[in-house]
């Protein structure tokens, strides 16, 4: 039998829950009657406003323009009026402008027109990918034309598609292989053209079996030369070091990039946008998000443009089927805990959980049962770095290679006294980067 392909060290095997959302088809969110549409939807510096408090906007319009290297566009989601520009503070926490948009009651319809993409260079395609606001939507929203940029002396080898979605209860990477596969497919080979790679993969777990079949076949038919690989069910597996390690048996050396190693990753979602944004022209305003858990009435899959409040995705899905203990942001391991309903989605989103009431657990000391240290998938120390960062040694933590942690959450799920390790590396991060 063959083995199949995994990461080796580390990782862990949380109940993936996504049966509460992954036979729901994607949905279309009825326009809310206000969007909040920030100036921080991805990874770097806030982009700069174009647009004043009651000016009118079209939908795809740039309303706000990357104001440094790591930065993006951003764009209308609708039609309309802005009513205001105040601040807002998002699910991560970080505080930034945002325009409160009032839409139309009349939408134009969606772009149609298709343009042919193979016929254009490699620099129109970058160009387009940075106008249109393209970002990774995996969750790190990492400015896509920053990423496509090789910089000279520099090749890829790989260009890996990450269709893993190992999250728990998220399934809107899922659902867009299933019914955008094509599109998908598509938006993989613009990627591979852009940075130029001798191979395209994308890495799928085995736990989407039918995303497999139904990918590959759309591969085999059209012809495009796409390499599916099943990969086993595993936690972290859609980080791009593990993915990596995976699909093309090469490990990331600390400090370095995926690029060091030939390879470029992206997230099945921003293949699609790529998709959307070359062949349709249309610019990043809208993405799909899982809206699921225990305590949602009606879990859903759904389409919604940037800048939806949550409070709108709720009431869409049926509110609540029962109180809950907590809501996330993302996913379970590594999303972030709601206070506000009332906050808007971002391009990163992926995902809206509501999950039920846990049973409290109380902290007890470390005993070095060395379970962290097992399930660390990039082979740190954890009970180590906690203890370093506890007693206010940030810097021993930083020289012991606290930034190489991933926030994973691993280390916090396998520990049996319920120590807030990733919360303590966060922590250590933030105040080790001051010394």
């Given at each position: 039998m063959q083995k199949v392909p995994t990461f080796s060290k580390g990782g862990v095997h949380p109940r993936d829950q996504k049966v509460f959302s992954c036979s729901k088809p994607i949905e279309r969110l009825p326009l809310p009657t206000e969007l909040l549409v920030s100036l921080s939807q991805h990874l770097g510096a806030p982009a700069k406003a174009l647009k004043a408090k009651g000016d009118t906007v079209r939908r795809g319009e740039k309303i706000g323009e990357a104001s440094g290297f790591i930065s993006a566009n951003v764009h209308s989601p609708v039609s309309g009026t802005i009513k205001d520009i105040r601040k807002v503070t998002l699910a991560n926490s970080i505080k930034c402008d945002a325009f409160v948009i009032v839409p139309d009651p009349e939408q134009e319809s969606e772009p149609t027109e298709t343009f042919d993409w193979k016929s254009q260079d490699k620099s129109d395609l970058l160009r387009q990918v940075k106008d249109l606001g393209i970002v990774g939507l995996g969750g790190a929203t990492f400015p896509s034309h920053v990423k496509f940029s090789i910089p000279a002396g520099k090749s890829v080898d790989a260009f890996v598609v990450n269709g893993v979605e190992c999250e728990p209860y998220l399934t809107?990477?899922?659902?867009?292989?299933?019914?955008?596969?094509?599109?998908?497919?598509?938006?993989?080979?613009?990627?591979?053209?852009?940075?130029?790679?001798?191979?395209?993969?994308?890495?799928?777990?085995?736990?989407?079996?039918?995303?497999?079949?139904?990918?590959?076949?759309?591969?085999?038919?059209?012809?495009?030369?796409?390499?599916?690989?099943?990969?086993?069910?595993?936690?972290?597996?859609?980080?791009?070091?593990?993915?990596?390690?995976?699909?093309?048996?090469?490990?990331?050396?600390?400090?370095?990039?995926?690029?060091?190693?030939?390879?470029?990753?992206?997230?099945?979602?921003?293949?699609?946008?790529?998709?959307?944004?070359?062949?349709?022209?249309?610019?990043?305003?809208?993405?799909?998000?899982?809206?699921?858990?225990?305590?949602?009435?009606?879990?859903?899959?759904?389409?919604?443009?940037?800048?939806?409040?949550?409070?709108?995705?709720?009431?869409?899905?049926?509110?609540?089927?029962?109180?809950?203990?907590?809501?996330?942001?993302?996913?379970?391991?590594?999303?972030?805990?709601?206070?506000?309903?009332?906050?808007?989605?971002?391009?990163?989103?992926?995902?809206?959980?509501?999950?039920?009431?846990?049973?409290?657990v109380k902290n007890s000391p470390c005993i070095n049962c060395g379970r962290c240290v097992a399930a660390c998938p990039i082979g740190l120390m954890p009970s180590h770095l906690y203890r370093y960062i506890t007693n206010g040694e940030y810097e021993e933590a930083m020289q012991h290679s606290l930034m190489d942690c991933k926030e994973c959450g691993c280390c916090s799920y396998v520990c049996p006294a319920h120590l807030p390790l990733v919360h303590g590396m966060k922590t250590g991060k933030k105040l080790g980067r001051k010394k």
């Open positions: 809107a990477d899922y659902r867009i292989m299933l019914e955008k596969g094509d599109e998908v497919l598509i938006g993989a080979m613009i990627g591979s053209k852009i940075i130029g790679a001798k191979r395209t993969i994308i890495g799928i777990e085995m736990n989407k079996v039918d995303c497999i079949e139904h990918l590959s076949s759309l591969a085999k038919e059209k012809g495009y030369p796409i390499e599916i690989i099943g990969l086993k069910v595993k936690y972290p597996q859609g980080d791009e070091k593990q993915l990596l390690k995976a699909t093309i048996h090469k490990e990331i050396p600390s400090g370095k990039l995926p690029l060091d190693i030939g390879a470029v990753v992206a997230n099945v979602g921003t293949c699609h946008a790529l998709y959307e944004a070359i062949v349709l022209h249309k610019s990043l305003y809208e993405r799909v998000i899982s809206i699921t858990g225990e305590c949602i009435k009606e879990p859903k899959n759904v389409l919604a443009p940037i800048g939806t409040k949550f409070s709108d995705l709720l009431a869409f899905c049926g509110g609540f089927s029962a109180e809950p203990g907590k809501l996330v942001s993302g996913g379970p391991m590594m999303g972030f805990s709601l206070f506000d309903v009332d906050t808007p989605m971002v391009k990163g989103s992926s995902g809206l959980l509501a999950l039920p009431a846990q049973k409290k």
